[in-house]
């Protein structure tokens, strides 16, 4: 790969795995790879990958159009990053992967163990998990002191924040390497001392969430008015509702899900009226329709 001085500084991380094309995997793939980063980003099938990328090309060629990028920054990227259905061969030679496969924990566990199988001694796994703590993946490897939350924000591409959150055993080298790499991204990072699950961000979202969908069931005001008072009160850039459509109907679900089968709190189970659009299969932008409806643009 061409050496960048956010590369160099990283001493051994010079090809980064994305593990799932979904939404947040393949954004997070791109950021690596502009970031100067030799990037595989692999799935389980042919058909999200292709979609995944033919969806990053999209955005990335705005970019160039709008002139927020350059267009040999953007060729370079495309070709620093790949797609792959084999995740051994993959793993096998990367030095650190970032797992955004689906919110279930069994899922994780099978997928870190396995991982821990072919990877190099001194290959890092994150989890972009924000909800699944990686002391419950850590475990399931014979390397926990290199295993650490790396959570982006949707969508990736945009959005700052990275959470670089430790569990117990893991090393201090570790966590200096992980916030190393996403400075590399131009990502801001939010560190946090100790594992606690929805980490910062999505914990103080959920609170507004809460709140907002408690509203709603009350009555007190519809979708649209509660958005319009995040954004036009509060200055948020999109309303609780509009945010749930963004990320996914099925994400927000799994999330509360995912916390309470950590937690056994009922208070972290989804609120009702979540669970119902959960069930009826509007998942939100990605199928069309959530609280809003979308056209094909
Ligand atoms: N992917 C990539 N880039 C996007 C994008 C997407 N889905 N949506 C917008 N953008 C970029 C594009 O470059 C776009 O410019 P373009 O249309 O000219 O190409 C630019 O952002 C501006 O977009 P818009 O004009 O459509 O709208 P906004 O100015 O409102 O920006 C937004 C969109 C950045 C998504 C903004 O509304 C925002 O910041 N919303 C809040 C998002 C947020 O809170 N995310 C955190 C969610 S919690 C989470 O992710 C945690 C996880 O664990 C679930």
């Known amino acids: 790969m061409t050496e960048t001085p956010a590369a160099s500084s990283l001493g051994r991380i010079q090809h980064v795995t994305v593990l799932g094309a979904g939404t947040m995997g393949s954004q997070i ?47 370079a990227a495309k070709e620093r990053l790949s797609f792959s259905t084999d995740r051994d061969a993959v793993v096998a030679h990367t030095d650190l992967v970032i797992e955004a496969a689906v919110e279930n924990l069994e899922v994780k566990r099978e997928i870190f163990a396995s991982m821990d199988q072919v990877a190099p001694e001194h290959t890092i796994l ?10 419950k993946v850590a475990d399931a490897t014979g390397r926990p002191e290199k295993v650490c939350n790396m959570h982006f924000f949707n969508p990736a591409l945009v959005m700052q924040a990275v959470e670089v959150v430790p569990n117990g ?20 990072v939010v560190e946090l001392k100790r594992e606690i699950p ?9 609170a507004l969430r809460k709140e907002a969908l408690d509203l709603l069931d009350a009555g007190v005001a519809d979708v649209e008015s509660i958005d319009a008072a995040a954004k ?18 099925d994400v927000a679900y799994l999330i509360r899900q995912a916390e309470y089968e950590q937690t056994g709190d009922e208070a972290s189970l989804p609120h009702p009226l979540l669970k119902a659009k959960y069930e009826s299969g509007d998942y939100g932008r990605k199928t069309g329709k959530g609280w809003y409806t979308y056209s094909e643009d």
Do not use: Y
Not at 200 to 205: I, K, L
């Open 29 to 75: 793939a791109m950021v690596s790879a502009l970031a100067g980063f030799s990037t595989t980003c692999v799935d389980i099938a042919a058909e999200p990958l292709e979609r995944a990328r033919q969806e990053l090309w999209r955005r990335v060629d705005r970019d160039v159009e709008k002139g927020r990028r350059t267009a040999e920054d953007v060729a």
């Open 169 to 188: 055993q893991t090393s201090a080298q570790t966590v200096a390497t992980v916030k190393a790499l996403a400075e590399a991204f131009g990502k801001t």
């Open 232 to 249: 036009a009160a509060l200055n948020h850039p999109m309303g609780p509702f509009e945010l749930m459509d963004l990320v996914g109907i």
């Open 126 to 135: 994150t989890t972009n998990s924000s909800n699944i703590v990686s002391s």
């Open 198 to 206: 929805g980490f910062v961000a999505n914990r103080m979202v959920a």
